[in-house]
DNA sequence: AACGGTAATTTTTTT
DNA sequence: AATTACCGTT
């Protein structure tokens, strides 16, 4: 592509944030603006214009699959060869490798084990249990939350103590101690020779801060940095940043303060509020031509937006049609919400001839997807086929696919204490809880790891009797085994060794009920995505021998949206939090209701509020043309019947010029929501009275309330019903809060945020019209032309069908078997041979 | 040491 | 409702 062509793709705002590079630069990009095609082609540009490599370029995502994207778009534009070398990736990933790499400095191994969440959790239990704490007061997840948000701030075990603030928050929450399960944590990782997410980053920092040779070596290897949701970063992430661009101060972030929604999880909005003072030579770009959504969406999440008082002023617009107004939808009950919403989609989908992967429900909780995938399932809606949900229990947090795994992190790294405990009594052998206290016990005395213990273990007087210590001789064996030909044999070949010498086969094999089954598969497809990983290192040069450690460095950090195949043409059910980045022409946003959004656990705090309200603006902001927001009067959680349900107030800071309100059963109230051509046709009309939990009049009275008005505390919303709400972890605090290192004061950044030398003003006229940014094939485009290419496999497959695999080519398929998420296919190709797809994870087109 | 029953507990999530 | 933790039994 030429210059010319590159530029004329961009309106005057982003073509003036993509060829300014000469010093560190701010990017506010709103929802839809097209973001990513700044950072496309931003780095298109640098390629072209500087003295740069691929590999100079850092480029750091929030997730796996935003950097593969972005890749595969800039390889588009620059060609394969060169997109191959950027360094783009999140920076757990990036980090990861650098360390492993550097790992002496660190005073790691370079196999060093990456924990995941449960391995935390499951490592502070365990302390907790030698520390003799209560976990019913010591909460592991709150435990591993209050750790995580030290670690993210910097707070190492050493400046915790000393810290006041962070030591009496401890006390009041009656966890005294948090701060020696603290300390106690850290060292017990390090002698598993393990890191958690969070010492990806720490680690890194200490490294570049202590090690002037290497933070040279890599700021001088990062000639330009680029970092996209900038809004999500926390403060570790932005010290690594600083440490690496001080010098030559080459950087560009991008991010947007409305769609900050990770403040839970320690992201900073202070990180691009204080971005000048990091960076004083900053320079703001804005962007605020919003091209993916109607003006009317737009409008009504800026709207929402005016209830936030924490943001930078901003103007978001569009030129796109003026579309529809939002839709409200009151519905009696959980049940009729799902049914209803299925009802729109399907007449929706008839009248605009559309994919059914241009809808999108979108829910605070995974619990919610429940109903509306019973609602899919029953064969009179028929759209069993049509779905997909994403989130939920990932494949690799399984027990049999996390089982396996730890035995290959053992052998990796023998030295990992979880992975150590979930094997060694797995399959049973004989080794009990009595034990493993007992090894436990004998390594923490020399602190030492728990397999040093078992090698050697008349050097540390382990005390158990002779059939015991049979039986760990026998497992040590076993094991040791494997480590020794891990350098000599791939990953697969260990895999499948492994799976047979320990005797996982074998008890998976002897378990013949359905679950059993299930498990045996995703057995398999773990073993399938080893035998795909190693061919695709293969492909890409990086040797002959792909070892179980490279294996392992890549899988854990991997996740199951890395593996899902968006191509296939589904409805998207997931949360809020995931859809974030996505689009779709049509969103439905259920379960607008007090205590599910916002949820119950953020009424009680002024901040998480406003991150709830920023959360329902991303959600409209996924809408391109047509944006439902939902309620029902009763729902149905944890088991009871709620009754009392009181809609969201965030319906009511919408403007209420914007909706249109349609209750269930009742009369319109504002224009028709169906088209003009069947005004008599509403899908909720009809069998309404079948499914109403109560007969005879509503019992909320007999008029529907109105939404749009000022009525919603027609009825008390549940806060005001308990007497004293549970204090929140992040309760609002008195003036003092301004010193808490963990909530830095927002009012006094935004001051600071003042004085930018704002070189890109938004236009009203500036930008040019293009059409769309939008990736998503254009609903009004023929249904065969994206339809056919791409298969929707568990729909349509069987014994015969040719189809055209990503990896193994040409194969035809010999074999159907189960249904839904659990369908397989075994296929034999041409040039792999017979393989087995687990239908959820393969990848591949039919032909013919 | 393994299994099966009862009781308690429920945000959001990427890495 | 559904998952998980704990305790008692075999």
Redesign the pocket.
């Given at each position: 592509m030429t210059e010319e062509e590159l530029l004329s793709q961009l309106n005057s705002n982003q073509r003036e944030a993509v060829t300014y590079c000469d010093g560190p630069q701010l990017v506010i990009a709103g929802a839809g603006s097209g973001k990513t095609r700044v950072l496309t082609y931003k780095i298109a540009w640098l390629l072209a214009h500087y003295e740069l490599k691929p590999w100079n370029i850092l480029a750091l995502t929030?997730?796996?699959?935003a950097a593969r994207e972005m890749k595969t778009r800039i390889a588009r534009l620059v060609g394969d060869e060169s997109a191959r070398y950027l360094q783009m990736g999140?920076f757990?990933?990036i980090f990861s490798h650098i360390l492993r790499v550097e790992h002496e400095a660190v005073g790691y191994g370079s196999d060093f084990t990456i924990y995941?969440?449960s391995d935390s959790r499951s490592l502070i239990k365990n302390i907790l249990k030698t520390m003799g704490l209560d976990?019913?007061t010591y909460k592991p997840a709150s435990v591993h939350a209050a750790i995580s948000m030290a670690k993210n701030h910097l707070y190492m075990p050493d400046r915790y103590v000393e810290d006041g603030d962070l030591m009496s928050r401890d006390r009041s929450r009656n966890m005294p101690e948090t701060y020696k399960i603290y300390a106690t944590y850290q060292q017990r990782l390090q002698q598993a020779n393990a890191m958690d997410?969070d010492d990806l980053l720490v680690i890194t920092f200490r490294m570049l801060r202590d090690h002037e040779d290497l933070r040279r070596k890599y700021a001088d290897r990062f000639k330009y940095v680029l970092v996209d949701e900038y809004q999500d970063t926390n403060y570790v992430q932005q010290r690594i940043v600083t440490l690496l661009t001080q010098e030559h101060q080459r950087i560009c972030v991008v991010g947007d303060d409305y769609q900050s929604i990770y403040a839970?999880?320690g992201a900073r909005i202070d990180n691009i509020l204080n971005y000048n003072r990091i960076y004083p030579e900053a320079k703001l770009f804005k962007l605020e031509q919003n091209y993916r959504s109607t003006q009317l969406i737009v409008a009504a999440a800026n709207s929402l937006m005016k209830h936030n008082a924490n943001q930078i002023p901003k103007d978001v617009f569009s030129k796109n049609d003026e579309g529809e107004k939002l839709t409200i939808l009151e519905n009696i009950s959980d049940k009729r919400e799902a049914a209803m919403v299925c009802r729109e989609i399907k007449r929706i989908k008839s009248q605009e001839h559309c994919h059914w992967s241009d809808f999108a429900i979108l829910y605070?909780?995974?619990?919610q997807s429940r109903l509306f995938e019973e609602e899919m399932r029953k064969p009179e809606v028929g759209m069993g086929q049509h779905y997909r949900i994403y989130?939920g229990l990932s494949f690799y947090q399984r027990k049999e696919v996390k089982d396996v795994i730890a035995y290959f992190r053992l052998i990796v790294n023998p030295d990992d204490e979880e992975a150590f405990r979930r094997v060694i009594?797995y399959p049973?052998r004989?080794?009990?809880?009595?034990?493993l206290q007992k090894i436990v016990d004998t390594a923490q005395q020399h602190s030492i790891s728990l397999w040093n213990v078992i090698s050697r273990p008349n050097d540390y007087g382990l005390d158990v009797n002779r059939g015991t210590m049979a039986k760990l001789d026998g497992f040590c064996a076993l094991v040791g085994g494997f480590i020794d030909k891990r350098f000599t044999t791939d990953a697969l070949t260990m895999g499948k060794e492994i799976i047979g010498k320990t005797g996982v086969n074998t008890d998976l094999a002897s378990d013949h009920t359905v679950e059993g089954d299930s498990r045996r598969q995703n057995v398999d497809a773990l073993l399938a995505g080893m035998s795909d990983f190693v061919e695709s290192q293969q492909e890409d040069g990086q040797g002959d021998h792909v070892s179980l450690a490279d294996y392992l460095s890549t899988v854990s950090?991997m996740?199951d949206?890395?593996n899902s195949d968006d191509s296939d043409d589904k409805i998207t059910l997931m949360?809020i939090?995931?859809a974030k980045g996505l689009e779709f022409p049509t969103v439905f946003v259920v379960g607008m209701e007090e205590n599910i959004f916002p949820?119950m656990?953020?009424v009680g705090s002024p901040k998480q509020l406003e991150e709830e309200r920023r959360l329902l603006y991303v959600a409209i902001t996924r809408a391109e043309r047509h944006c439902y927001l939902t309620w029902a009067h009763t729902r149905?959680q944890?088991?009871k019947m709620d009754s009392f349900v009181n809609p969201s107030r965030f319906l009511n800071d919408i403007d209420p010029k914007l909706t249109t309100l349609h209750v269930e059963g009742g009369r319109l109230s504002g224009r028709g929501f169906g088209s003009d051509e069947e005004p008599a046709r509403r899908p909720w009309d009809d069998d309404y009275e079948s499914d109403r939990p109560y007969t005879g009049s509503r019992p909320w009275g007999g008029e529907y309330r109105r939404l749009n008005g000022r009525m919603q505390n027609s009825r008390p919303i549940g806060g005001q019903f308990m007497a004293d709400p549970k204090p929140k972890?992040t309760a609002p605090r008195r003036p003092e809060q301004a010193t808490n290192p963990f909530s830095t004061s927002f009012e006094q950044k935004l001051k600071q945020s003042g004085n930018w030398k704002k070189v890109s003003q938004t236009m009203s006229n500036g930008g040019r019209a293009t059409s769309s940014t939008s990736p998503t094939p254009n609903p009004t485009m023929s249904s065969t032309s994206s339809a056919a290419s791409v298969s929707s496999p568990s729909a349509g497959i069987s014994e015969g069908q040719i189809i055209e695999h990503q990896r193994f080519g040409r194969g035809k398929v010999v074999k159907v078997e189960g249904v839904g998420e659990n369908a397989k296919a075994t296929v034999d190709f041409d040039t792999t041979g017979r393989k087995q797809l687990l239908l959820k994870f393969a990848r591949f087109n039919m032909i013919g």
């Amino acid at each position: 592509m030429t210059e010319e062509e590159l530029l004329s793709q961009l309106n005057s705002n982003q073509r003036e944030a993509v060829t300014y590079c000469d010093g560190p630069q701010l990017v506010i990009a709103g929802a839809g603006s097209g973001k990513t095609r700044v950072l496309t082609y931003k780095i298109a540009w640098l390629l072209a214009h500087y003295e740069l490599k691929p590999w100079n370029i850092l480029a750091l995502t929030f997730t796996n699959k935003a950097a593969r994207e972005m890749k595969t778009r800039i390889a588009r534009l620059v060609g394969d060869e060169s997109a191959r070398y950027l360094q783009m990736g999140t920076f757990h990933s990036i980090f990861s490798h650098i360390l492993r790499v550097e790992h002496e400095a660190v005073g790691y191994g370079s196999d060093f084990t990456i924990y995941d969440e449960s391995d935390s959790r499951s490592l502070i239990k365990n302390i907790l249990k030698t520390m003799g704490l209560d976990d019913k007061t010591y909460k592991p997840a709150s435990v591993h939350a209050a750790i995580s948000m030290a670690k993210n701030h910097l707070y190492m075990p050493d400046r915790y103590v000393e810290d006041g603030d962070l030591m009496s928050r401890d006390r009041s929450r009656n966890m005294p101690e948090t701060y020696k399960i603290y300390a106690t944590y850290q060292q017990r990782l390090q002698q598993a020779n393990a890191m958690d997410f969070d010492d990806l980053l720490v680690i890194t920092f200490r490294m570049l801060r202590d090690h002037e040779d290497l933070r040279r070596k890599y700021a001088d290897r990062f000639k330009y940095v680029l970092v996209d949701e900038y809004q999500d970063t926390n403060y570790v992430q932005q010290r690594i940043v600083t440490l690496l661009t001080q010098e030559h101060q080459r950087i560009c972030v991008v991010g947007d303060d409305y769609q900050s929604i990770y403040a839970f999880r320690g992201a900073r909005i202070d990180n691009i509020l204080n971005y000048n003072r990091i960076y004083p030579e900053a320079k703001l770009f804005k962007l605020e031509q919003n091209y993916r959504s109607t003006q009317l969406i737009v409008a009504a999440a800026n709207s929402l937006m005016k209830h936030n008082a924490n943001q930078i002023p901003k103007d978001v617009f569009s030129k796109n049609d003026e579309g529809e107004k939002l839709t409200i939808l009151e519905n009696i009950s959980d049940k009729r919400e799902a049914a209803m919403v299925c009802r729109e989609i399907k007449r929706i989908k008839s009248q605009e001839h559309c994919h059914w992967s241009d809808f999108a429900i979108l829910y605070r909780t995974n619990a919610q997807s429940r109903l509306f995938e019973e609602e899919m399932r029953k064969p009179e809606v028929g759209m069993g086929q049509h779905y997909r949900i994403y989130g939920g229990l990932s494949f690799y947090q399984r027990k049999e696919v996390k089982d396996v795994i730890a035995y290959f992190r053992l052998i990796v790294n023998p030295d990992d204490e979880e992975a150590f405990r979930r094997v060694i009594n797995y399959p049973s052998r004989g080794i009990g809880n009595t034990t493993l206290q007992k090894i436990v016990d004998t390594a923490q005395q020399h602190s030492i790891s728990l397999w040093n213990v078992i090698s050697r273990p008349n050097d540390y007087g382990l005390d158990v009797n002779r059939g015991t210590m049979a039986k760990l001789d026998g497992f040590c064996a076993l094991v040791g085994g494997f480590i020794d030909k891990r350098f000599t044999t791939d990953a697969l070949t260990m895999g499948k060794e492994i799976i047979g010498k320990t005797g996982v086969n074998t008890d998976l094999a002897s378990d013949h009920t359905v679950e059993g089954d299930s498990r045996r598969q995703n057995v398999d497809a773990l073993l399938a995505g080893m035998s795909d990983f190693v061919e695709s290192q293969q492909e890409d040069g990086q040797g002959d021998h792909v070892s179980l450690a490279d294996y392992l460095s890549t899988v854990s950090l991997m996740t199951d949206l890395d593996n899902s195949d968006d191509s296939d043409d589904k409805i998207t059910l997931m949360t809020i939090h995931s859809a974030k980045g996505l689009e779709f022409p049509t969103v439905f946003v259920v379960g607008m209701e007090e205590n599910i959004f916002p949820s119950m656990m953020a009424v009680g705090s002024p901040k998480q509020l406003e991150e709830e309200r920023r959360l329902l603006y991303v959600a409209i902001t996924r809408a391109e043309r047509h944006c439902y927001l939902t309620w029902a009067h009763t729902r149905w959680q944890y088991g009871k019947m709620d009754s009392f349900v009181n809609p969201s107030r965030f319906l009511n800071d919408i403007d209420p010029k914007l909706t249109t309100l349609h209750v269930e059963g009742g009369r319109l109230s504002g224009r028709g929501f169906g088209s003009d051509e069947e005004p008599a046709r509403r899908p909720w009309d009809d069998d309404y009275e079948s499914d109403r939990p109560y007969t005879g009049s509503r019992p909320w009275g007999g008029e529907y309330r109105r939404l749009n008005g000022r009525m919603q505390n027609s009825r008390p919303i549940g806060g005001q019903f308990m007497a004293d709400p549970k204090p929140k972890e992040t309760a609002p605090r008195r003036p003092e809060q301004a010193t808490n290192p963990f909530s830095t004061s927002f009012e006094q950044k935004l001051k600071q945020s003042g004085n930018w030398k704002k070189v890109s003003q938004t236009m009203s006229n500036g930008g040019r019209a293009t059409s769309s940014t939008s990736p998503t094939p254009n609903p009004t485009m023929s249904s065969t032309s994206s339809a056919a290419s791409v298969s929707s496999p568990s729909a349509g497959i069987s014994e015969g069908q040719i189809i055209e695999h990503q990896r193994f080519g040409r194969g035809k398929v010999v074999k159907v078997e189960g249904v839904g998420e659990n369908a397989k296919a075994t296929v034999d190709f041409d040039t792999t041979g017979r393989k087995q797809l687990l239908l959820k994870f393969a990848r591949f087109n039919m032909i013919g």
